[in-house]
Nanobody, 125 residues
Framework: QVQLVESGGGLVQAGGSLRLSCAAS????????MGWFRQAPGKERDVVAT????????YYADSVKGRFTISRDNAKNTVYLQMNSLKPEDTAVYYC??????????????????WGQGTQITVSS
């Protein structure tokens, strides 16, 4: 059974930093692209960043480009999201997800078949 467990969420002041981690188990982690998504109250779940299975390719939403960095450690079966210069509009529940086999990169929710439970990020002004 595939499990994704996020950690690292919390409350931070605007301009601060947080690092999210997502530990995966139950499938060969290094064979799958991974992604981070977020969902604010009343809004759809949107892509934040994605990373290819090797870590060689990444994608960022325009709203986080230059502030967030996605990375992965295939030896530890973990994907990370380093978030710097946080803004109040970054407040949301953040989810990590594992893409379906065969996707090199994926930015739509339908491309992912396993999701973590989500972790709340609240950025105060």
């Amino acid at each position: 059974q595939v499990q994704l467990v996020e950690s690292g969420g919390g409350l931070v002041q605007a301009g601060g930093s947080l690092r999210l981690s997502c530990a995966a188990s139950g499938r060969t982690f290094s064979s799958y692209a991974m992604g981070w998504f977020r969902q604010a109250p009343g809004k759809e779940r949107d892509v934040v960043a994605t990373i290819s299975w090797s870590g060689g390719s990444t994608y960022y939403a325009d709203s986080v480009k230059g502030r967030f960095t996605i990375s992965r450690d295939n030896a530890k079966n973990t994907v990370y999201l380093q978030m710097n210069s946080l803004k109040p509009e970054d407040t949301a529940v953040y989810y990590c997800a594992s893409a379906r086999l065969g996707y090199i990169m994926a930015i739509t929710t339908t491309a992912y078949d396993y999701w973590g439970q989500g972790t709340q990020i609240t950025v105060s002004s």
